[in-house]
């Protein structure tokens, strides 16, 4: 079976978006301070098609995460362009060419086709819920890793519903103080870590996830 992970950024509190969240400011007040870990490391600059960049472990790490992901889910508002019907001129934040290469199937209620970008990314958008996204996105994997792209919501049902087999935290040494804490309502899942990667500004650690506790 198709392993489904997970990788996403929180605070030391728990938060893994700021309060106020917004299409001004997705990731709520304060929420970027979270990615900035990323942004200067050479594996972010090649997924975005770009060259240079920092080596290190950060970008190992980030590396190593998309080595071998071969579908993606995302919940709507990870993909952005505003609750309800579609406005189809929203291709997403990442412009013409998105950085999965690969097909990416978005949790929403609003029906719209099949998006088809350069790179090898299309974008499927899902109506039937959670279960019917990982299951069309473990079929397009080929066998290859699903990886759960966000936000924190769709991650916590994913753990809930004991899908998840893997799931990585960077955790950033902030605090929001308010905003969408990651775990809230994910139950008591089993979660075994098997790797911890530390630098400067963030501390990776890879859990393995197991059955619910109890």
Same mark, same amino acid.
């Given at each position: 079976m198709t392993a489904i992970t997970a990788s996403i950024s929180i605070a030391l509190d728990g938060f893994a978006a700021g309060p106020n969240q917004s299409l001004e400011h997705p990731l709520g007040e304060g929420g970027m301070r979270l990615h900035q870990w990323v942004f200067p490391t050479r594996a972010f600059n090649e997924m975005h098609g770009r060259e240079g960049g920092e080596d290190g472990p950060?970008?190992?790490v980030l590396?190593?995460?998309a080595a071998d992901v071969g579908a993606y889910v995302m919940g709507r508002k990870i993909f952005g362009g505003g609750s /309800?019907?579609?406005d189809t001129s929203w291709i997403g934040w990442w412009g013409e060419e998105p950085?999965?290469?690969a097909?990416?199937?978005v949790l929403t209620h609003h029906e719209r086709e099949p998006l088809q970008l350069a790179g090898g990314t299309t974008f499927?958008?899902?109506?039937a819920g959670l279960d019917a996204a990982?299951?069309?996105a473990q079929a397009a994997a080929g066998g290859r890793e699903v990886k759960i792209a966000g936000g924190a919501s769709t991650i916590r049902q994913t753990l809930a519903a004991g899908r998840l087999d893997e799931l990585q935290l960077h955790v950033v040494p902030v605090l929001l103080g308010? /905003?969408?804490r990651l775990l809230d309502g994910a139950g008591d899942p089993l979660l075994e870590p098997v790797e911890v990667v530390a630098s400067p500004g963030v501390t990776h650690i890879r859990y393995r996830v197991g059955a619910a506790a109890g």
């Open positions: 950060d970008s190992d590396a190593r995460a /309800g019907p579609w950085p999965f290469h097909p990416v199937f499927t958008f899902v109506t990982l299951e069309q308010a /905003g969408e």
